[in-house]
């Protein structure tokens, strides 16, 4: 269920072990969270919406199927630079050296409190401890957005866990559409438009799922929507699922992060390098936004920004966000930024979409281990949730949510008697 990264890496796995399956998939496309398009509004250029690196490459499955097949990569952290602006104004370079030191600090001191084990708190906790530095409030904010939640709301020990070790690669043409071509090819054909409603999961040799153009009978069903879409009661599942697994789903909240693209047509691109990242010094408890410039030689920026902030500006309307962005620019390079940025923008609603419901999901301190939880089959493998929110070590990226995918095919029970009847009436697609 689901063919986001998970339920077409599983898809794949179940094809290459000779089994028959069905993808029914709630949106009318392909790949969920990876998603890439070339809006009009930013003049044709390319725009992932959803995931874009390939992080933790060493260990990242994905990155072993795009040199497979000969697409290029290319390593995002040598390719990027960086502009930090304090105050209104570029930092000095002895303000620079003084950021270095304090994000090798942080670096440090999280890494000797995870080696101390104890019991968990909130990563704003465990970063307090820290000697006072004007960047510390920086480099935790960096944390924060890239788990696209409150550093006081995030679990240290999952944090921890899931730290993005390693190099940063980009696909040429765009994650989402890499995910469409080759797990949506390896996957097979996929019922799309078709949202499961309702899940009877200990029925005698099976599983039936319903929709709303038919039902389906297998050996096992493989879940991998969001949390977000679990938590929101959308699917019935009969019998309820048991306490733990409600548990689970419960303390793995959405965080969110939201992408604001600003297009600049004008000639100024205020001494901003093309591919740096730029964002400005914060005070404590304030979160950062931070702006990819110019992809690819493109004439826009790409502001991220996560967390709390994220989800209060989605609330607030489509152009809160935007909003929030311009002014972000001007603070870091004055007026002349509302001049340059003169055209059309876009910004992601992952909070809004009703089969997503946020970015990726988080549990708080003392609850890392519910991933592990959602992940445990149900009734001898009839059940299984997969997806980001169930990989332990990748956990919010496409990586964890593949091998999460290739698991949950290990651990479902397959029915050998009856064959999973695919649904006459559905027309697949790709
Ligand atoms: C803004 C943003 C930036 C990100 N950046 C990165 C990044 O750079 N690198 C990275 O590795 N990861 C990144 N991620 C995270 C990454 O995109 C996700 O972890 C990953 O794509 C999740 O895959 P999944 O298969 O677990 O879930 P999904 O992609 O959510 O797939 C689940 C599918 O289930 C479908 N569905 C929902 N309800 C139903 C239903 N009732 N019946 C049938 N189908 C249903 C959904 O439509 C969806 O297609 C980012 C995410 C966001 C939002």
Redesign the pocket.
């Known amino acids: 269920?689901?063919?986001?990264?998970?339920?077409?890496a599983a898809a794949a796995a179940l094809r290459r072990a000779g089994r028959r399956c069905t993808v029914?998939?709630?949106?009318g496309r392909?790949?969920?969270?990876?998603f890439t398009t070339r809006p009009a509004a930013l003049g044709g250029a390319l725009f992932?919406?959803?995931?874009?690196?390939?992080?933790a490459a060493e260990r990242?499955p994905l990155v072993a199927i795009a040199r497979a097949h000969g697409d290029a990569l290319r390593d995002a952290d040598t390719i990027r630079t960086w502009r930090s602006f304090v105050g209104g104004r570029a930092a000095s370079a002895g303000e620079l050296a003084d950021y270095d030191a304090a994000e090798a600090r942080f670096a440090a001191a999280m890494a000797e409190r995870a080696a101390q084990g104890g019991p968990d708190t909130s990563l704003a906790q465990a970063a307090s401890a820290l000697p006072d530095d004007p960047w510390n409030a920086t480099v935790l904010a960096w944390e924060a957005l890239i788990a696209?939640a409150d550093a006081d709301a995030l679990s240290f020990r999952d944090w921890h866990a899931n730290t993005l070790e390693g190099s940063?690669l980009l696909v040429a043409g765009g994650?989402g559409r890499f995910?469409v071509r080759r797990l949506g090819a390896a996957a097979g054909p996929v019922v799309c438009s078709?949202?499961?409603?309702r899940i009877e999961w200990q029925r005698r040799g099976g599983v039936r799922v319903v929709?709303d153009r038919g039902t389906i009978e297998a050996g096992a069903c493989i879940v991998?929507?969001?949390t977000g879409?679990l938590a929101s009661g959308?699917?019935a599942f009969d019998p309820a699922l048991p306490p733990p697994t409600q548990a689970a789903v419960r303390l793995l909240p959405m965080g969110l992060?939201?992408?604001i693209a600003l297009r600049a047509t004008g000639e100024d691109r205020l001494d901003l390098p093309p591919r740096c990242a730029a964002h400005r010094q914060v005070a404590p408890g304030e979160a950062l936004t931070v702006f990819n410039c110019w992809p690819d030689g493109a004439d826009h920026v790409i502001g991220f920004l996560g967390g709390g902030l994220a989800w209060e500006l989605e609330r607030a309307g489509p152009r809160a966000a935007e909003a929030h962005a311009r002014a972000e620019l001007r603070r870091m390079l004055g007026t002349r930024a509302d001049r340059a940025f003169d055209r059309a923008s876009l910004a992601?609603r992952?909070g809004s979409d009703p089969?997503?419901r946020?970015?990726?999901c988080y549990p708080g301190p003392g609850d890392a281990g519910a991933r592990l939880e959602l992940a445990r089959p149900l009734a001898d493998g009839a059940l299984v949730f997969?997806?980001?929110?169930c990989h332990p070590t990748l956990g919010?990226?496409?990586?964890?949510?593949f091998l999460?995918?290739e698991r949950a095919v290990r651990l479902a029970r397959f029915c050998d008697r009856g064959k999973p009847s695919a649904l006459a009436t559905f027309r697949p697609e790709r």
């Open positions: 269920m689901g063919a986001g990264v998970a339920g077409l029914l998939e709630a949106a392909i790949g969920g969270r990876a992932d919406h959803g995931a874009s690196w390939l992080h990242n696209a940063n994650l995910v078709t949202p499961a409603r929709t991998t929507v969001s879409v959308v699917i992060l939201t992408k992601t992952w089969f997503i946020g970015a990726y997969a997806g980001e929110a919010g990226t496409v990586g964890g949510a999460s995918g």
